[in-house]
């Protein structure tokens, strides 16, 4: 790890507190010029670094930009690669290509590495959909996860990551959110997060060799709102990226939070029970549009354990849905 780097995870670990250049040197075995470079390159990648004589170095406690030091400073158990970047198309696409490039290395890349991302040119959603990501108004990352599962189970991993964001989101931000099947999480009424679950298997076993979970969640409005196609049913967990208790989101420790949670969960060969307590489409009436593309009416009655919705037809019948989509009527 770099001095800039090693500087700057030691400074979010201890955002607030000021550090001595010298203790910083000391640490990091290394001359307190090299400190002062790696301080003076962090301001100007837009690090909030205040220095006062006789004090030392203190990062901000509003400090909000996403780095992988500051994720794996947050994350006390998962120390998986971290990739961060101004903008991508699809941090699934770039996520995907680094495991594919690893594999062929033989050299698999472990549970929990993850790509996040300021802004998507391209975000993706469910069934074919795009997931609007600009700049300053989100959180857009991937998670890489090697299920024991077979294709069948796949929508218990989704589950797990609505629960992880669920669970996040109520600890860091003190905000609850609502679920909904298959892939998606509601705060007062409009959608605030989607998720995409993306796999890569063998055709021959029938297992999954890996799969990599994206995860766009809304912290606040977008400067010049949602598009026009989006304004009526998209939404934000905050008004303007502060926590219940006014303290601005910290987005790296939020993304690390999210995927620990889902590292814990992930491994489960049912969906959680949160999944089915705080999913909002349970005894509503809606549209549903199944696995053959057709959409006809039904009332949902329970999510299986396996993540499939078991519906009431209009005939009186019941059906499970492994997968699709349900908009509430």
Known sequence: MSVKSSVLRFLEEQKGVYISGEDLAARFSCSRTAVWKAISALRKEGYPIDAVT???YILEMDSNLLSSEA???????CFAPVWVYPEVSSTNLVLRRKAMES???GCPLSDGAMVLAESQS???GHLGRGFYSPKDAGLYFSILYHPKHYLSQSQVITAAAAVAVYTAVSRICGIDLD???VNDLYFRGKK???ILTEAVSSFETGEIDFVIVGIGLNLKEPAGGFPPSNIQQMGAITLDGRTADGVPVNRS???AQIRCCFLDLAG?????EIYRSRNLVLGKDGLLTGPDGQTQPVKAMAIEADGSLTCRMADGSLQAFPYGDIRLT
């Open 179 to 181: 679920i909904k099947w």
């Open 71 to 77: 994720i794996l400073a947050y994350s006390d158990r």
């Open 268 to 272: 489960s060969t049912a969906v959680p």
């Open 192 to 194: 605030v997060c989607g």
């Open 54 to 56: 006789n004090k030392g």
């Open 253 to 255: 420790q939020l993304a």
């Open 122 to 124: 391209a975000g993706r």
């Open 103 to 105: 594999d062929s290395q």
